[in-house]
């Protein structure tokens, strides 16, 4: 059974969702204003409090008073895209690397163009901190949840 909560955060209103964990909840989907529509299903039941854990490391994140989430994530995806996102969970706070980077790092150099659609296909955003990749010499490239909100997220990050 799928849960959800929303959120209003300093990027406006987040839609959660996951499913039941022993730690409580395991993320399945948690997206931005601004991004791709996601609907909650008839379905999903509203339960703040099985996520409040996470809202209060959000809280914190946006406060800059937390570097890591440690949540719990149940996300499906191919082999291909557990490797990528793999390798999202290992960008360190405050920093970014290029999908070129990524793409050697899985043992794939000229993957590139597949890790963008890997990163692309997050369905964690913020907490699978895909708005640390950046495109060559440090461009901004799209954000599911809109350039505007990744600039931001950088910043709070005082990775630009």
Known sequence: MTRYTTWASPLGELLLAGTAAESG?????LALPGGPAVRIEPDWVSDASAFAPVVARLAAYFAGERIEFGSEFAVPGTEFQRQVWHELDRIPYGTTTGYREIAARIGRPTAARAVGAAVGANP??????CHRVVGAGGQLTGYAGGLAAKRRLLELEGAR
Do not use: D, Q
């Open 25 to 29: 909840i395991a993320l399945t989907g």
């Open 124 to 129: 964690l955003l913020i907490v699978r901190p």
